[in-house]
């Protein structure tokens, strides 16, 4: 059947034609390609075209599609039952290979899904300060949960939503947003808001406003403003967890927060999520304590399988020869626009890249937003027809994976010299 078909026929029966906003190409124009398989480095879509893939899953697939331990581990688990809402032996060496990778972390709290995650954060910031307000970052995207919709980024961006319907005024008024990377301003609301501050959350390398990392002592302020006023500091390590070294942002800088949260990567690919944090945090969870949260999948044995299997690899896996191919990559990419004389920037940090059309250093929100995004759109379109997926939108971030190779990166700069021939 032809893709857009499909998409007629998806239209009918889902809202947009997806269950996923980006994925229905609103902001690049065609048809969505609807994918029948992926192995590897590439996917291959329903009329049989294969791509090179850098959006992989939206981070997860950071070993590649379909490798076949993460398979084998899936396939194992299902042949035992693919749910029990009971307790389970894996749960516990999952949470051991969180706690053991990340210092700040004592104790876990499974989930199936990153908004599930930044969700229960909150809540548990809340429950256990006795504060309401909370601090989040203009661009950052924490899911879709209410609180945590306000000037968030990724899809919201990429659709022009400023925030949603359905999200009541005075819970809103509860969230203060501020420009990424603006120690001042961080200043000047924990001056005003303190006394009522539950916590500070942040992506601590942003990537759903496109790829921005944070400036030097960032972070660091963030974690003396929330020990100043008392509050906690959570780090959504949804995309970063696993991606830039075994364990998150945090290891590699030495900034700890009080709660984590974590997603993708830790699945296999499977929808899974976490939250962990100091013990004393943590036990205000029920049933140890009064904060309520619950799931019948949570700690589902399928994605604990393949999630187990992701990591107990990843812990063999060299990280900077992944960094050094994506350095590859984007400064290929940057020569070929230099020679073609298109403003652009490309922010890169490790295996996580965005290709940005302005001239302007983007370092928050606001300068992501300048980007030429019908210009994006082009260049999106003449890298899908050679053969390379991107992301379907300019706000969004690009995922290399350990199986991508040489070939594949000296194919994909083919693709951008030739889609360059056509801006």
Request: charge should be negative.
């Amino acid at each position: 059947m032809e893709m857009q078909e499909l998409f007629d026929q998806a239209r009918q029966i889902i809202p947009g034609g997806v269950n996923s906003p980006v994925r229905a190409f609103r902001a690049v124009g065609g048809t969505p390609r609807f994918i029948r398989e992926a192995a590897g480095a590439k996917i291959i879509d329903t009329e049989g075209r294969e791509y090179i893939d850098y959006v992989a899953s939206w981070g997860p697939m950071i070993l590649g599609h379909s490798h076949p331990d993460v398979v084998a581990a899936i396939r194992e688990a299902a042949g035992r039952g693919t749910s029990y809402g009971a307790p389970t032996e894996i749960e516990i060496g999952m949470a051991r290979r969180i706690v053991d990778a990340f210092p700040s972390v004592e104790m876990v709290r499974m989930v199936s899904s990153g908004t599930e995650a930044t969700m229960t954060a909150i809540r548990l910031a809340r429950g256990f300060t006795g504060r309401d307000r909370i601090i989040k970052f203009s661009g950052c995207y924490h899911g879709h949960a209410d609180s945590l919709l306000v000037k968030a980024g990724s899809g919201v961006a990429t659709l022009g939503i400023p925030g949603s319907p359905g999200i009541p005024p005075r819970l809103a008024e509860l969230t203060i947003s501020i420009p990424f990377n603006d120690s001042g301003a961080v200043g000047e609301a924990v001056s005003r808001f303190g006394d009522e501050l539950a916590c500070i959350i942040v992506e601590p390398v942003a990537g759903n406003m496109g790829v921005v990392p944070p400036r030097p002592g960032f972070l660091e302020d963030l974690r003396e403003a929330t020990r100043q006023c008392g509050s906690l500091l959570i780090f959504d390590e949804v995309i970063t967890g696993f991606r830039l070294a075994y364990g998150g942002w945090q290891n590699l800088t030495g900034i700890t927060p009080d709660l984590t949260c974590l997603g993708k990567i830790i699945g296999g690919g499977l929808p899974v999520g976490a939250l962990g944090g100091r013990r004393e945090i943590m036990e205000r969870l029920a049933p140890t304590g009064p904060v309520y949260q619950a799931g019948t999948l949570s700690g589902n044995p399928i994605a604990m399988s393949a999630g187990i299997a992701t990591l107990d690899i990843l812990r063999g896996k060299s990280y900077p020869t992944l960094d050094a191919m994506a350095a590859r990559l984007c400064a290929g990419m940057a020569d070929l626009f230099r020679e073609k004389g298109i403003p652009f920037r490309i922010n890169r940090v490790g295996s996580l890249f965005t290709l940005f059309f302005t001239a302007e250093e983007v370092v928050d929100f606001a300068t992501a937003s300048q980007s030429d995004t019908e210009l994006f759109a082009r260049f999106f379109q003449g890298m899908l027809a050679a053969g390379v997926y991107l992301a379907p939108a300019q706000f969004e971030a690009g995922f290399l994976s350990f199986a991508h190779t040489d070939e594949d990166i000296a194919r994909t700069l083919a693709a951008c010299e030739k889609a360059l021939s056509t801006l």
